[in-house]
């Protein structure tokens, strides 16, 4: 086959793909808001939430994040979107449950962060909204899984709403729009790697 | 049983737990650049690279991005991140190969978009490189897979690589430190849901 007979080929396959992409594109009309959820057990469940923030602000909309595990960790993220204007920032105190060792005030920490979630969800100002690890809090049962349920149903129309977590409950992945189940193929950390800036930390 | 009891247990169970991650923290002491690959058909796997380049940004990092799609969609990040200092962002011109139809110039877009990311990979100021996309590019064959290894190789020791995309080639899992398989359970889109500024956007 010549050259020319490839690119005509390639032509015509290219012109078919971009048919069917045009019309999936018109037919996907409705403008709503909606619940994305990021579970599993590789990582990107938080950086892909956190990248989506990014994306919301080069849009100008405003964003609120609940982190509902505070560890080691996560520390890049927090110093950097805490820095502007448009950004809610919460952090549930304390940590890992496996540094507190103290259901009672587990709980009592997820419940307060999920005050501050409930505010957001009921601001319309607000365009996005990150729970993240909420995924987390909800396996372990510190927070109502029908409260989260019924305060997300409530919330403004046209709001998204970004979950993260490994372990997503069934209920919540019923009721969301968008899921990823993350999985992990291969980790640094398992061959000795340590925990590094702008990596994990 | 008693609470007090249910307590004691718990945090029994806790300390288990914080034993055992001490202990893998303590033994993960590399510290080294590692290449993480997002892949899957699934949502997340870019923006999971945006969230890394915000948490380095978050540590005062110096990052590089190229993206080797640009399509109609991918423009929030872009706004968004160009306005850091810390940040050097390349867009490989002209969009998607179905939009374009012309697979000589596709090469040649991507070939000057890989010529970005090697100047990139051999600038040891740069802390986190951001290679969006590639897999598509790769999965075409409009790179030379051996090329891309050799450059990610040789790549200053400390330096971190993000690439994304779906498809990613066996070659490039095999010199990966981590990889995620990001799959997609459900998508908005699917339900007749629009791309919308901040989720896709």
């Not at 259901?103 to 997820?110: F, K, P, W």
């Not at 990150?130 to 989260?148: G, Q, R, S, W």
Request: aromatic share 6%; charged share 30%.
């Amino acid at each position: 086959m010549s050259e020319e007979q490839t690119d005509a080929r390639y032509r015509e396959r290219m012109q078919k793909k971009k048919e069917i992409m045009d019309a999936r594109i018109r037919e996907a009309s409705d403008e709503r808001g909606v619940i994305i959820v990021n579970t599993g057990t590789g990582k990107g469940k938080s950086s892909a939430g956190f990248g989506m923030v990014a994306r919301a602000l080069g849009h100008g909309q405003r964003v609120g994040i609940v982190q509902f595990i505070k560890g080691q960790f996560a520390t890049g993220e927090e110093a950097f979107f805490r820095q502007f204007d448009n950004v809610t920032y919460h952090v549930m105190g304390e940590g890992y449950t496996w540094e507190t060792q103290d259901r009672s005030r587990d709980v009592e920490m997820a419940e307060a962060a999920w005050a501050q979630a409930r505010a957001l969800l009921q601001d319309e100002t607000i365009d996005l909204v990150l729970l993240d690890e909420l995924n987390i809090a909800l396996k372990k049962d510190f927070l109502d899984l029908p409260t989260v349920l019924e305060d997300l149903a409530n919330r403004p129309p046209m709001q998204h709403v970004v979950i993260t977590g490994r372990g997503a409950p069934q209920d919540l992945i019923e009721i969301a729009d968008t899921v990823t189940d993350m999985r992990k193929e291969k980790h640094a950390f398992e061959a000795g790697v340590k925990a590094q800036k702008g990596v994990e930390l």
